[in-house]
């Protein structure tokens, strides 16, 4: 027994060492484990590339979601842009009508305003039929997408078989533009044309009243030569502050004529003498006196005052002929002495005449006199006639200073009513405007509700189904120490979703886009207002990521604009009341970020997908027909069907319309997967 043992042993070690029998044996254990090894990693190894397979199909069918998601936004912006530029022309175009010498162009910078948004509404349209057509082809597009993609991972061994599903399948996206809610602007058109016609007859007004106040400015002190400001400083001692001069009748005012011709009776009043002792210089200083005295009081209330929308006038027009004397207390006014005479009762100028040698009587009037109560004095004669002809003179002649009054006082009485006229205009204008207003801000407000809300389909994800067939091991592999390596059919799950790129620049996208379409536009040229259109719809769009301030900023710079022009009151209450409007329209910032595709966990994608569990997902996996190409036919084996394909190299998303014809398409290289945007 012991023999045996040791002979059994023996063959293995003999004297303390090993024999050629285990070393043999050592041998072939280590190639058989070496080998076995190798082919094991080998299978692993193929067994974990259908995973990287299905990855990179996962990753494929999300990137072209997330590029349709890019040209969403392009066109979002395109078309919110051109509208809001509608509204920044419009408005500016609404401000320049109640501005004179803006008014002829302000009506052409509306109705550009106006056709911009009517191209609004015709780009709107077009790219809502282009974005929804492309919708209902992301299933396909992103399976198509998928399936080359997985193709491409396969060698001369290996070929894979595979697409995404889009998840959801069905679109939640809204296009306003397809139900027919484009931006409305008839109202508007209405509100600016009648604004339009309220203006032209505030500035016909405003013309009105500007050339009446000229007029009495011109008599006041505007006229070279003759006027009341230099009659004044001839014929009286007033002062020079009491008798200014006036360059225009901008600045001028029509009280400074009222309170000059204050001063100068005043000081024609304490001055007055008799410029000789005969009866008849004594009586016509006499009836100057009582002239001077008379208009002093007429213009010691005087007023021209305008306040709560209405003008006030209270400006005497003096006599200027005996016939008008008779009309006012100078004639009526007992103040002219008497004396008992020997032929009756009689009236002087005053009792130092030399016919007053009687006793004194009552003072009376000259209607009284003249009505027969006092009898004609027979030295002085005065009567009526003396104090007419005391305006009567300075009133007839342009050296009086009467004679400028009047027309002054003429002239501010037609100013008066054509001012008043003017207010009632600009109270009609300003009810006008707020209707405009009222429009303006209506249509603007509806323009944030006409945006499309994008929700296609896959914006929960993609989810990759990829498989490959039965692989044999290569000649390498083979050997006689374990049996010929080869794997079975595998297949693989795997998903991905959008994240947005943090590094990409935010208007580069959109700068590129614009400077594409106004280099086949060529520009718009100068309309109205506010210059090149293009310019204006430009610097919203590249502002679409804060689109609220950009477009709060630009409308002020537009209406700043007009400032050359001349702002009026009205003009500057409708600047600030649209204004208001626009910088307080609520208008979100814009996310600009690129989404890029990133692997998740296939299992949170899955469960928004309605397949089922995990082992319903392998189950399909096992229905994906190996070795095809074809993506309907792979999605079909999934158990979906498509609705519509895109099978144009190029397709066009939407087409904008020119104002002078034709239009500039906007188009989606399709060989590329929506990459680039023309």
């Known amino acids: 027994m012991r023999r045996g043992f040791r002979h059994g042993v023996d063959l293995f070690i003999e004297d303390g060492a090993y024999t050629t029998v285990a070393s043999a044996v050592s041998i072939l254990v280590v190639l058989t484990l070496l080998f076995s090894t190798v082919t094991a990693v080998w299978s692993l190894s193929r067994a974990g590339d259908v995973q990287v397979a299905a990855d990179a199909t996962a990753l494929a069918g999300s990137n072209v979601v997330g590029s349709y998601y890019t040209a969403a936004t392009v066109v979002d912006a395109a078309v919110l842009s051109m509208g809001l530029a509608g509204f920044c022309v419009t408005g500016t175009g609404l401000v320049g009508l109640l501005i004179p010498g803006a008014n002829a162009i302000a009506v052409e910078t509306i109705k550009t305003g106006v056709k911009l948004l009517e191209t609004r509404n015709k780009f709107a349209t077009s790219a809502s039929k282009g974005l929804s057509k492309l919708e209902k082809a992301l299933p396909y597009l992103a399976a198509a997408n998928a399936t080359r993609t997985c193709s491409a991972q396969g060698s001369e061994r290996i070929a894979y078989t595979g697409t995404a599903l889009v998840v959801p399948t069905t679109s939640a996206s809204k296009f306003p533009a397809l139900e027919g809610e484009g931006v409305q602007t008839e109202a508007l058109e209405t509100s600016a044309e009648a604004l339009d016609g309220a203006a032209d007859e505030l500035e016909a007004a405003s013309q009105k009243t500007e050339a009446e106040k000229r007029r009495a400015w011109i008599a006041d002190c505007g006229r070279d030569g003759f006027n009341m400001q230099e009659r004044a400083g001839k014929l009286s001692s007033i002062s020079a502050a009491e008798n200014p001069d006036y360059a225009s009748s901008v600045t001028w005012d029509p009280q400074v004529g009222i ?114 109560r006092a009898r004609e004095c027979e030295a002085c004669r005065f009567g009526v006639g003396d104090v007419g002809k005391t305006p009567a003179a300075s009133t007839s002649i342009d050296n009086g200073y009467e004679y400028h009054l009047r027309e002054y006082t003429l002239a501010l009485q037609d100013y008066v009513a054509a001012r008043n006229h003017e207010l009632e205009l600009e109270r009609r204008a300003k009810e006008q405007a707020g209707i405009a207003r009222e429009s303006f801000e209506d249509a603007l407000a509806t323009l944030a509700n006409k945006r499309p809300s994008i929700a296609p389909p896959g914006r929960y994800g993609c989810l990759a189904f990829t498989v490959t067939g039965e692989l044999a091991a290569s000649d390498e592999l083979h050997n006689p120490f374990t049996a010929t390596g080869a794997v079975g059919a595998r297949g693989a799950l ?185």
Not at 273 to 295: I, L, N, T
Not at 634 to 654: D, K, M, P
Request: charged share 20%.
């Open 494 to 678: 795997s998903a991905s979703v959008l994240a947005p790129d943090g590094g990409t620049e935010d208007n580069n996208v959109l700068s590129e886009f614009f400077s594409s379409v106004e280099a086949h536009s060529g520009g718009q040229g100068a309309v109205g207002l506010i210059g090149d259109v293009m310019d204006v719809w430009g610097k919203l769009l590249v502002a679409y990521d804060d689109i609220g301030d950009g477009l709060a900023k630009l409308f002020e710079d537009l209406t700043d604009g007009l400032s050359a022009f001349g702002f009026t009151p009205l003009a500057t209450w409708l600047s600030d009341t649209l204004s208001t409007t626009v910088s307080t329209l609520g208008l979100e910032p814009a996310d600009l970020r690129l989404k890029k595709p990133v692997l998740t966990d296939s299992a949170n994608v899955l469960a928004k997908a309605n397949l089922g569990s995990a082992a319903d997902a392998q189950e399909l996996l096992r229905s994906l027909p190996l070795g095809s190409s074809d993506p309907v036919a792979v999605l079909q084996a999934l158990g979906y069907e498509v609705q519509e394909r895109i099978s144009e190299t190029t397709f066009t998303l939407a087409e904008i319309p020119l104002p002078g014809g034709g239009s500039i398409p906007i188009t989606i290289r399709v060989k590329d997967l929506m990459k680039g945007v023309t």
């Open 259 to 372: 309170d000059r011709t204050r001063a100068y009776y005043r000081s024609r009043l304490a001055s007055e003498a008799p410029q000789g002792s005969s009866a008849e210089a004594q009586a016509d200083s006499a009836a100057r006196r009582v002239f001077y005295a008379y208009a002093l009081e007429q213009f010691e209330g005087a007023y021209v005052v305008e306040q709560d929308g209405r003008v006030s006038m209270s400006v005497p027009l003096l006599p200027r002929n005996t016939s008008e004397v008779r009309g006012t207390t100078l004639y009526t006014d007992a103040v002219w002495p008497t004396t008992y005479e020997e032929n009756g009762l009689t009236m002087h100028y005053g009792l130092s005449c030399p016919g007053a040698t009687g006793g004194a009587g009552p003072s009376i009037s000259l209607a009284a006199q003249e009505g027969g």
